[in-house]
């Protein structure tokens, strides 16, 4: 299990676990392209009946805007995919109604899925925005978020295709945070990895290469990296 490696740690639900590429119950097999022997993702199919969840926490330094960034995988483990419903899974900043929400919601049918945010417009109501729209199941993604609290709200968001190396940028103008323009603005203190599980629709949602690093200039980052690779989530440091 996840839970006490590294400092993750389990808010609710099911623990997230910790599986090889090599040899998981998933029938994942493809090692990552980039690097690593191990994710981490909810239980196997009949282990528990609730939502998985693996929490980690940070801090953050004001006046930085901070990256959040990791690879994923979603899929279903029914006999028939097309069965799937709802989300998938999601990655949300933590307190969630403080920062966005990255939310991975199957399409119809379930052989691909949408990558949507839940952030703030200008007026400050919550919405989704909708930003990857056809995401193949099974298949390696990275997402990497850019986020200035200073100016409360996301300014960058970047999908890479992990399998074929095509990346997309989104520069959004009105991704706001809490209370939108003019807000409080608060630093997130962690990050949470979801793994929607409800009734009989045994989605899976793996995550690798968790990433938190805060951004003093273009390609200078300072804070840590936390790499699900070796156990698990080490961090280190640069200055």
């Given at each position: 299990?996840?839970t006490?490696?590294?400092d ?54 004001a ?47 379930a ?7 839940v ?57 706001y ?38 951004i ?24």
């Open positions: 299990m996840l006490g490696q590294q993750w740690y389990l808010p609710s639900g099911n623990d997230y676990n910790v599986y090889t590429y090599a040899d998981n119950p998933f029938d994942m097999t493809a090692v990552n392209p980039t690097g690593g022997a191990q994710f981490a993702a909810g239980p196997p199919p009949g282990v528990g009946t609730t939502h998985a969840r693996g929490q980690h926490d940070e801090t953050l330094s006046g930085l805007p901070v990256l959040y960034g990791y690879d994923f995988n979603g899929m279903s483990l029914l006999a028939d995919p097309s069965l799937a419903a709802s989300n998938v899974g999601s990655f949300s900043v933590q307190p969630s109604g403080d920062s966005h929400i990255a939310v991975m919601v199957w399409n119809s049918p052989d691909t899925y949408r990558l949507e945010y952030v703030n417009d200008v007026a400050g109501n919550d919405f989704r925005a909708s930003a990857f729209p056809a995401l193949e199941a099974d298949h390696r993604y990275r997402e990497e978020v850019i986020v200035d609290y200073d100016l409360n709200r996301v300014i960058e968001t970047t999908l890479t295709d992990l399998e074929t190396g095509e990346t997309t940028t989104i520069t959004p103008a009105d991704w945070l809490r209370d939108a323009p003019g807000g409080e603005g608060n630093l997130s203190t962690g990050f949470r990895m979801f793994n929607f599980w409800a009734g009989d629709q045994n989605n899976m949602m793996a995550f690798d290469n968790v990433v938190v690093q805060q003093p200039e273009p390609s200078t980052f300072v804070l840590g990296v936390l790499a699900l690779v070796g156990l698990l989530a080490a961090r280190r440091r640069r200055r």
